[in-house]
Nanobody
């Protein structure tokens, strides 16, 4: 079973940047994809970004395209999202996930990102 731990969240002003990290441990094997969802208070959890592990190909939600960049470190079993030009509407709990080739998705515990006006 994979365990995922996020780090790097916090409070920033609008226009600022944060970099979130998500490290995988346990009985890990190379995932199919890893990525990020987020959930703001009173809203549904929404997709943010994903990266295909074997190729590094990426996908982004329209709301974060051109501002967020997802990347991976295969040696460290870690996925990152660099978040630039942050907006108050980016305020949410951000959840890392890992999708295996077969089996169920694993979620991290979530990490708070707060962007002040």
């Amino acid at each position: 079973q994979v365990q995922l731990v996020e780090s790097g969240g916090g409070l920033v002003q609008a226009g600022g940047s944060l970099r979130l990290s998500c490290s995988a441990s346990g009985r890990t094997s190379s995932p199919f994809t890893m990525g990020w969802f987020r959930q703001a208070p009173g809203k549904e959890r929404e997709f943010v970004a994903r990266i295909y592990w074997s190729t590094g190909r990426t996908d982004y939600a329209d709301a974060v395209k051109d501002r967020f960049t997802i990347s991976r470190d295969t040696a460290k079993n870690t996925v990152y999202v660099q978040m630039n030009s942050l907006k108050p509407e980016d305020t949410a709990v951000y959840y890392c996930y890992s999708n295996p080739l077969a089996g169920t998705r694993t979620w991290g515990q979530g990490i708070q990102v707060t962007v002040s006006s």
